[in-house]
């Protein structure tokens, strides 16, 4: 099945562009909602990328993708830097935002979202997660237990 990233523009939190290959290459995707402007998602952020660091350190085949509700691009590449965002971010605008906001139903940021390459939802509650498995040192078992949810989804033809 092809991936519904497959068109996407990635940014940088310095506003380069990013090959797609860097979200493709990997089997579970974190695809998270949020904004400058939402002091919730302020909050979210250090554990955000507490796990996301835990997590590559490990060699893992995760990936984050950072969906702005940003006002302008200004707003969404300011809080990407002053959040040190390592990961790729989908360009301001861009059509995917909606469709993805749509299809897994955001109706509230932050929200976390994981998916597999192609874009099945393995996980509409990211976020509670990655918050407990910081606390608790389990960001590798949180992955793992997504990762195998991820292969029986792919394996069972799930498609977009």
């Given amino acids: 099945a092809d991936s519904r ?3 996407t523009v990635l940014v940088d939190a310095e506003g380069q562009s990013q090959p797609v290959s860097k979200l493709l290459g990997a089997a579970v995707i974190g695809v998270y909602f949020s904004a400058e402007w939402c ?3 302020r909050t979210f952020m250090p554990a955000l990328r507490q796990f996301y660091q835990m997590l590559k350190e490990k060699g893992a085949s995760f990936e984050l993708l950072w969906v702005s509700s940003d006002k302008n691009e200004q707003a969404m590449q300011r809080y990407a830097r ?3 965002m390592k990961w790729p971010l989908l360009e301001y605008d861009h059509p ?3 469709e993805l906001r749509d299809s897994f139903e955001i109706n509230s940021i932050p929200t976390l979202c994981i998916v597999d390459t192609v874009g ?3 996980d509409h509650h990211g976020r509670p997660v990655v918050e407990k498995a910081v606390k608790t040192n389990t960001a590798w078992s949180s992955y793992n237990l997504w990762l195998s949810k991820v292969s029986s989804s792919v394996m069972l033809g799930g498609g977009a």
């Fill in 96 to 98: 995917l935002g909606n």
């Fill in 5 to 7: 990233f497959a068109d």
């Fill in 39 to 41: 002091p919730p998602c």
């Fill in 82 to 84: 002053s959040m040190e």
């Fill in 120 to 122: 099945n939802k393995i």
